[in-house]
């Protein structure tokens, strides 16, 4: 048993409590966002805040995002969306790709995939050499506790669904001419490798946990649940990142 095994897939909302919650979420993160901008409170600017969302194919990252965003200026935020490096940054070492969107004070960014693509796709698909990636998990966290040690508040979600529900969702995608552009070809030989993929997972987790950046690891199965988990567990981190801020 792993930790993908201990999710509650079957946690959901009623549209009413869903509303509820979302909206209570929203105002809480907005009130959060504009106080490590320095925009109200005592005006001083905060940390920073990357959050990182990983996750099943299909999981419900991209909902997520948008709920958690939806309340903000946009000019308070950047989201990156990452796939395969260019030749370019294949030359480099794999983090420098990300180490240039990382938010400074007061700042935010949201990583839709992110460096832990080393130790998933790159392993699965042996993009990477064994040597490579079994050396990416020290490497990662003495990154991120770097990244916190000097003023960022890092969030970590994976978001998980069931085989079946992933199968229902890209069907969906695939008939719907306005979100086929979601589903690719890799994503079906993804599939293939489910054992492969949540295997990687449950490595990564057990060995990139640590104390300045935990996983949080929520069901997407049911998207209205997923939305307010990830926003209410957010909401909880800042609050621990601001207190050991000030500390």
Known sequence: MGRLDDIDLSARLSSNEYEERLIAAQERFLKLRLTLGGQIGDGEVGPGLLVVMEGSDAGGKGGSIKRMVERLD??????????????????????????????????????????????????????????????????????????????????????????????????????DKLRRWKLTDEDWRNRDKWDLYAEAAEDMFERTDHELAPWDLISGEHKKWARVAVLETLNDRIEEGIARWKE
């Open 74 to 175: 946009p000019r308070h935020y950047s989201v990156y969306s990452y796939s395969k490096p260019s030749t370019r940054e294949k030359r480099h070492h794999f983090l420098w790709r990300f180490w240039r969107e990382i938010p400074g004070l007061g700042g935010m960014c949201v990583f839709d995939r992110s460096w832990y693509g080393r130790l998933l796709v790159e392993r699965v698909e042996r993009f990477a050499t064994v040597e490579q990636w079994t050396r990416a998990y020290d490497e990662i966290v003495e990154f991120e506790r770097s990244l916190v040690l000097e003023g960022v508040i890092l969030v970590k979600f994976w978001l998980q669904v069931s085989e079946d529900e992933q199968l229902e969702r890209f069907k969906s995608r695939e008939t």
